[in-house]
């Protein structure tokens, strides 16, 4: 097994070999900020303050879309309490030394995005636009933040319900194509703080067909016979020894 210092010093010769590395986050990459994940021992799930099985899906929300902004209201609380970790920090560097091309995520924290990234692909959507599900009508995030923190259910001047471009399930995942492509055009395709269980997230690996990195702390729906390399570590930590090892500014 590799110390720390050896993985990471991996990582790095494989950044400096790569002509088109690509990342794919999960939410190991924000529970470190403060974010409580969906699916962990101690996430959103497992509390049993909502169920899963409503919160995101779209029949539930057109039906009762007072529980989904239950919810809304407190992760928007959550996140605005909390700031980009290293991991963040560390691919946005990447990005601008021009060393990774852009970062597939699977969250909807936009916490890439307020670390500095460019090229992100939000594959469930996030809560920075919103639009009205009848005319359409679109509303930023600074529109949208009092009205989820002040009315039960936020509605546009039409009267009708407005809905997160968040991709709820039984929606289609608009930007899965893109991330295939993304995948498949990479040399390197690094997957960190993801489990890889929900779909089609999970499949966008088998469209890589260059060398992958997994990072990650607990299992991860990959066979190893496909990892270059596979480190079980902190992300934060991990990462802090590869900046180290690239002589990274960050």
Not at 106 to 129: C, M, R, Y
Request: charged share 25%; proline share 4%; glycine share 6%.
């Amino acid at each position: 097994m590799l110390t720390r210092k050896q993985a990471a010093a991996e990582l790095a010769g494989l950044l400096k070999a790569a002509r088109s590395a690509v990342a794919l986050s999960g939410a190991g990459c924000s529970t470190n900020a403060g974010l409580a994940d969906f699916r962990g021992d101690k996430g959103l799930y497992a509390s049993g303050k909502y169920d899963p099985q409503k919160i995101f899906d779209i029949d539930e929300f057109f039906k009762e879309p007072r529980y989904f902004y239950d919810f809304a209201r407190d992760f928007i609380t959550q996140v605005k309490t909390v700031k980009p970790t290293f991991t963040h920090i560390f691919f946005a560097a990447l990005e601008k030394a021009g060393k990774l091309r852009g970062i597939i995520t699977q969250n909807i924290d936009a916490l890439h995005q307020k670390a500095g990234s460019v090229n992100v692909v939000e594959l469930h959507g996030s809560f920075w636009t919103s639009r009205c599900v009848s005319c359409a009508r679109e509303y930023s995030y600074a529109q949208m933040e009092p009205r989820i923190l002040s009315a039960e259910v936020p509605r546009c001047s039409c009267g009708v319900v407005i809905k997160p471009d968040i991709v709820f399930y039984g929606e289609s995942v608009r930007r899965i194509g893109e991330s295939v492509k993304m995948a498949s055009e990479s040399d390197l395709f690094i997957i960190a703080g993801s489990s890889l269980e929900v779909y089609p997230a999970a499949a966008i690996p088998d469209s890589a067909y260059g060398k992958i990195a997994l990072v990650n702390k607990g299992p991860v729906n990959i066979r190893a016979e496909r990892l270059s390399l596979n480190v079980s570590d902190d992300l934060d930590d991990f990462f802090m020894a590869v900046a180290e090892e690239l002589s990274l500014s960050v």
